[in-house]
């Protein structure tokens, strides 16, 4: 079976950096995608890992570990609307659709 | 805007209600799905539609019945729904079937309250 595991909240101040884990114990492991949500809008994808290291891209950057069964998102110089929901998402060989995590509710204090 | 339209944005229906949510996708992609989000839960996948053929069935109950009548239109119809039903209720489409790197963009979702 697929398990994803990520903190359900976190805060932190406007103009400071946050690091959002996951972990996640999966069989066929085909990459691990990353999506901010708003409250009452849609997720929309921030990034994709299939690879070890780091992707960035611009304020935010994402690492993964394959062998660790491990990811976390690096968000820079945030800011207020980066307030959100974190979701961590997982692709399997053989499964028709990511698996996702509970996701991590942000809260960016001023 | 993501490129895939829900409605409604919110519903509230009786048990005894038969009602339907709509979901539409304006970017030419071949595989459509349908996630529930209930409070503090992960997204459960319910059904992934590929070229319009049902692909999977996530052992939803069958008081839920989707229909994809083209590779842009996905529906959800709903009857006697219990209340633990309430929940977002979120489609997406992906240019091919499956989780290999394939990016899903979601709608917005319909908020459903069953009471």
Known sequence: GQNIDQPTEMTATEGAIVQINCTYQTSGFNGLFWYQQHAGEAPTFLSYNVLDGLEEKGRFSSFLSRSKGYSYLLLKELQMKDSASYLCAVGHTGRRALTFGSGTRLQVQP | ?115
Do not use: I
């Open chain 2, 1 to 115: 805007e993501t490129g895939v339209t829900q409605t409604p944005r919110h519903l509230v229906m009786g048990m005894t209600n038969k009602k339907s949510l709509k979901c539409e996708q304006h970017l030419g992609h071949n595989a459509m799905y349908w996630y529930k989000q209930s409070a503090k839960k992960p997204l459960e996948l319910m059904f992934v539609y590929n070229f319009k053929e049902q692909t999977e069935n996530n052992s939803v109950p069958s008081r839920f019945s989707p229909e994809c009548p083209n590779s842009s239109h996905l529906f959800l119809h709903l009857h006697t729904l219990q209340p633990e039903d309430s929940a977002l209720y979120l489609c997406a489409s992906s240019q091919k079937e499956g989780a290999l790197r394939e990016k899903l963009f979601f709608g917005s979702g319909t908020q459903l309250s069953v009471l």
